[in-house]
């Protein structure tokens, strides 16, 4: 069971609070790279409770800073975007990409600019997204998952603002045993063999193994004439979960990233590893979503999420429109932070358990002056991958989870 202190603990993200300073330790990704135009407006971005702003320069180049301005903290959201710097429209001070204050129109004595401080932070831009640094002192490694080495025609990155807790969201992309049931009216229609034999009638066994870089996951079906079908979710800390399909499929990441307590940005990273995704497999990828590839989810203003009682007589299971809705509703629909005092979990539950457990242990590790998990210099996270195929009952998962290419058997 999770106290109500150990739950505030594990999802409070707000400055101050342990769980912010874990998630302050990694690079983290926070707006699609197509959104910062050059010349273009600033855009606000919120993460862990605090407020920032970027801007990319007329020639490319991005800045991030703290929102506020630095002199009487008017928004910089607001501010000038010229000459390769932003200027505060209130009295005119000017930031270069660097975090340098270049002009000071309203106090032009000698020396009194290069005094003003403003907060800044490296960024990085992969796999169609800026990633940003909040942390204090040196960068860690930036973590160069599959995705974030592909061409762009592979990758396609998609960003959601689901209006609650973190850490519900991202138990979902670690709960096996929901994809089955909820997700089941795409499971069924499923034509591939990675998806084919998730029938909720094919009871799968949960196993967990923790890793250098987070943990894996392993849903295992055993089938007839001595096969297991084997689905394993990779985890890596602290919000990215690789969701399992077969090696010549597209691939799917979830990336759980909380904007503050209350609201998280959940990327939804479609990629193939071998070629450019296909029209047909991006009209699939919508599966209920907003065009909006910024912000692909509008909560409904209907009651009871918009799920359509219709369709449920008429062999829809959840009502739902698509997996990924089903995911932003269900976490949604647990309240704002769901409250774990009062679950009662069950054997399947094991991956939210070791998750949590997980969580703490990296909560202990940067209280007792240790590193935060996943950061060791030689984890290799582009070859990191998920895995889903039919494999000989007696082979173990664990050697064939996150090898380069796993190849599912045809
Ligand atoms: S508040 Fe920005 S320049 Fe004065
Ligand atoms: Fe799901």
């Given amino acids: 069971m999770v106290t109500t202190v150990e739950n505030r603990l594990l999802t409070d993200v707000a400055p101050g609070t342990a769980m912010h300073r874990l998630w302050k330790s990694y690079w983290l990704p926070c707006i699609r790279t197509q959104k910062l135009v050059a010349g273009g407006r600033p855009e606000r971005i919120r993460l862990l409770g605090e407020n920032y702003v970027a801007f990319r320069t007329h020639d490319g180049r991005i800045g991030f800073f703290d929102e506020q301005c630095p002199h009487?903290?008017?928004?910089?959201?607001?501010?000038?975007?010229?000459?390769?710097a932003l200027r505060c429209i209130f009295h005119g001070w000017k930031f270069d990409v660097s975090g340098a204050?270049?002009?000071?129109?309203n106090d032009r004595r000698p020396g009194f600019r290069e005094q003003v401080k403003l907060r800044h932070f490296p960024t990085r831009e992969a796999g169609?997204?800026?990633?940003?640094?909040?942390?204090?002192?040196i960068a860690p490694r930036f973590p160069d998952l599959v995705f974030n080495t592909l061409p762009d025609a592979q990758v396609w990155a998609r960003a959601a603002v689901v209006p609650c807790n973190w850490l519900q969201g991202l138990e979902g992309t670690l709960d096996p045993a929901h994809v089955a049931i909820l997700h089941q009216n795409i499971t069924r229609s499923a034509q591939s063999l990675a998806t084919l034999n998730l029938m909720p009638e094919a009871e799968p066994r949960f196993e967990t193994e923790i890793r250098p870089y987070g943990m894996s996951v392993a849903a295992l079906r055993d089938l007839a004439g001595g096969e297991r079908y084997v689905r394993v979710t990779e985890y890596v800390a602290p919000g990215i979960s690789l969701i399992p399909y077969g090696a010549d499929e597209p691939q799917q990441c979830i990336m759980t990233i909380p904007i503050d307590s209350g609201h998280?940005?959940?990327?939804?990273?479609?990629?193939?590893?071998?070629?450019?995704?296909?029209?047909a497999e991006r009209e699939i990828m919508l599966l209920g979503t907003?065009?909006?590839?910024?912000?692909?989810?509008q909560p409904s203003d209907k009651p009871y999420w918009?799920?359509?009682?219709?369709?449920?007589?008429?062999?829809n299971f959840s009502g739902l429109a698509g997996v990924i809705i089903e995911d932003f509703v269900i976490a949604e629909s647990m309240g704002?932070?769901?409250?774990?005092?009062?679950?009662?979990?069950?054997?399947?539950?094991?991956s939210v358990v070791r998750l949590r457990r997980f969580l703490k242990a990296g909560l202990d590790s940067l209280a007792a002056g240790g590193q935060a998990p996943g950061q060791e210099s030689d984890?290799?996270?582009?070859?990191?991958?998920?895995?889903?195929?039919?494999?000989?009952?007696?082979?173990?998962?664990?050697?064939i989870a996150s090898a380069p290419q796993a190849t599912a058997a045809e």
């Fill in 264 to 279: 998280t940005l959940q990327w939804n990273v479609f990629f193939h590893y071998q070629r450019p995704l296909t029209a």
């Fill in 72 to 84: 009487r903290r008017a928004s910089l959201t607001l501010a000038r975007n010229e000459d390769c």
């Fill in 128 to 137: 169609g997204m800026v990633w940003v640094y909040l942390g204090e002192g």
């Fill in 306 to 315: 918009g799920q359509d009682r219709e369709a449920m007589a008429d062999n």
């Fill in 379 to 399: 984890i290799d996270f582009a070859a990191i991958r998920s895995t889903a195929g039919v494999f000989a009952a007696g082979q173990d998962w664990r050697g």
């Fill in 336 to 350: 704002v932070v769901v409250d774990r005092e009062n679950e009662q979990l069950c054997a399947a539950d094991l």
């Fill in 290 to 297: 907003g065009p909006d590839d910024d912000d692909i989810y």
């Fill in 101 to 105: 204050v270049v002009e000071t129109p």
